[in-house]
């Protein structure tokens, strides 16, 4: 059951103490109606340039209401057309909306965000006769949608379909991406409001043109913001967005950095690994952070049982063991959780809407990509366990069996104290989805929290917090064979090879900043993930 009413509910009663006096100061300094009206002083003057180019969410539910007649008539013009599969490609900010809006609607939308060969082959599997590829990228130049612009651009051709015809694209004025489409006569470009980061951006063109054309009511997505913006911007006590911050504020104040969030009835499919980007990205940076941990459900280890380093948040009713609770519909919690992580950046004393830590990553895949000799590329494994590969860290002994090396390495994140264990899949979220099991298997085994993500996707998401956050996480990376790789046209890659330069290139960047990664290759992807599981359900045998 879809709960209506949107409020938060702090139902830790220690936590609320240590809240209310944030909570008043946040009133006093009249964050809500500053934040509002676009301030951008409210994070320091370092912050105040970014800032000031940034701000213009709070308006949306208004300023995008001209967009959904324009969407609305997009989609008839393919229906007549005979075009009713919507393909997103998109990273992050770019389709992280999108998904969560039509999984909660029910309705079709498939989700390109990832390297894996398997995966897009999936995607360029479905009928191309009836597809419409949403491309979707702020910046216009991001490697990954790039990549399935190019190679969906290529099947259309190769199945004599006009690729130009079957390409929308969303964007901000002026990029590469508005460049190439006007030039290539791409059937649409939506220009989105550059004033709004993309971790913002749900209810700008971003959100609301994929989920649109494959079929959400994005009108009543802007009714539902619209219904709860004036409570938001209310320099008030009972302000929903400022409780929220003023508890995750003092939660972090109390040593709570991790934010474990599950559904508990919201009626919202996927809530969690949308606000991962937003919480992640937004705060993890200058050795501080709140980390988000989606969790399976309230009866997932690590919520209610969730120690001193956590903050358990139920999206939905107040569950048991809950220490917060969020309810309200999917626009009303957009707009909400904006504003409270916003709100909680100036808790934190960081500014919320830049990530430094992102590009070092994407630099270093991309020197793998122009020297696949480089040692980190061809270095041998540390041992072979069956169907996976061990890549230990430097210095860390390899000795006994799979169960062996992580027990030794999972105990680094206890010994890290309030550390935590991030899990990075490499791999093709549908084939391999099994490898989600992690999460709650070494969680439920380490009484560290545990976090999971598809690689590349959490690295325009959780990534900024694991390189810029508190430093005190260990990484499990999974690699995999690919049977059969894709290449990229006009590129001097194919995807399995960008697929591994960016788990590479990551781990590497992680390990420069002194956090350890353990690399586990898969060179058969279903019986090696069988062997980890395994080994992972030793652990405390
Ligand atoms: O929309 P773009 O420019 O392709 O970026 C996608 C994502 O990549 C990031 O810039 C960081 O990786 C995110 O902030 C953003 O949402």
Redesign the pocket.
């Known amino acids: 059951m879809a709960t209506e009413q949107t409020e938060v509910t702090v139902r830790d009663a220690g936590l609320w103490s240590a809240a209310v006096p944030l909570l008043e100061s946040l009133v006093e300094d009249r964050v809500a109606s500053r934040l509002t009206d676009g301030d951008a002083t409210l994070w320091g003057a370092d912050a105040e340039p970014e800032a000031a180019i940034r701000l213009s969410w709070t308006t949306l539910h208004k300023t995008s209401r001209p967009l959904i007649g324009e969407i609305e008539t997009l989609r008839a013009q393919l229906r007549s057309d005979g075009i009713d599969r919507v393909v997103l490609a998109?990273?992050?900010?770019?389709s992280l909306a999108p998904e969560v809006i039509t999984n909660t609607e029910g309705v079709s939308l498939t989700v390109l965000d990832t390297t894996d060969p398997d995966q897009v082959a999936d995607a360029l599997a479905g009928d191309l006769e009836r597809t419409v590829v949403v491309v979707?990228?702020?910046?216009?130049?991001?490697v990954e949608?790039d990549s399935h612009r190019r190679i969906f651009a290529k099947a259309f051709a190769d199945t004599g379909i006009d690729a130009a015809s079957r390409f929308v694209v969303v964007t901000d004025p002026g990029s590469p991406l508005a460049e190439l489409a006007r030039a290539q006569g791409y059937r649409k470009v939506f220009l989105a409001d550059p004033n709004v980061?993309?971790?913002y951006s749900a209810l700008t063109a971003f959100g609301l043109v994929p989920a649109g054309l494959a079929g959400a009511d994005v009108a009543r997505l802007l009714d539902q913001a619209a219904g709860v913006a004036p409570a938001l911007g209310a320099d008030s006590a009972d302000n929903p967005a400022l409780r929220l911050a003023a508890a995750l504020g003092a939660a972090h104040a109390g040593g709570a950095e991790k934010v474990v969030l599950a559904d508990s009835g919201s009626g919202i499919v996927g809530f969690g690994d949308w606000a991962e980007?937003l919480i992640a990205?937004s705060t993890g940076k200058q050795g501080t952070g709140l980390l988000p941990v989606v969790a399976e459900g309230p009866d997932a280890p690590g919520f209610a049982d969730a120690g001193g380093d956590a903050t358990a948040v139920a999206v939905g009713e107040a569950v048991p063991g809950a220490a917060i609770a969020v309810s309200g519909p999917l626009g009303a919690q957009l707009l909400l959780w904006e504003y409270a992580v916003a709100t909680a950046g100036r808790l934190l004393g960081i500014n919320p809407f830049d990530?430094p830590d992102?590009e070092a990553a994407k630099r270093a895949a991309r020197a793998l990509l122009d020297h696949p000799d480089a040692p980190a590329a061809t270095a041998e494994p540390t041992k072979v366990v069956g169907p996976v590969e061990v890549y230990a860290p430097e210095g860390s002994p390899a000795e006994g069996g799979l169960a062996d090396v992580l027990r030794r390495f999972v105990d680094a994140a206890s010994a890290a104290g309030r550390g935590y264990v991030s899990v990075q899949a490499y791999l093709d979220r549908i084939t391999d989805a099994s490898a989600a099991v992690l999460r709650a298997e070494l969680a439920r085994r380490t009484g560290s929290q545990v976090t999971f993500g598809w690689g590349p996707r959490f690295?325009?998401s959780t990534?900024q917090y694991h390189k810029g956050g508190h430093p005190n996480g260990v990484f499990l990376q999974l690699t995999g064979n690919v049977e059969d790789d894709i290449d990229v046209p006009d590129r001097p890659y194919s995807l399995g090879v960008l697929q591994l330069a960016q788990a590479l290139g990551d781990g590497q960047v992680l390990a420069e900043t002194g956090r350890p990664v353990l690399r586990l290759h898969l060179t058969d992807r279903a019986a090696g993930l069988a062997e980890v599981v395994r080994a992972v359900q030793e652990l405390n045998e």
């Open positions: 998109g990273m992050g900010g770019s979707s990228s702020k910046s216009g130049t991001t949608t980061g993309g971790r980007q990205e990530q992102v690295l325009h990534g």
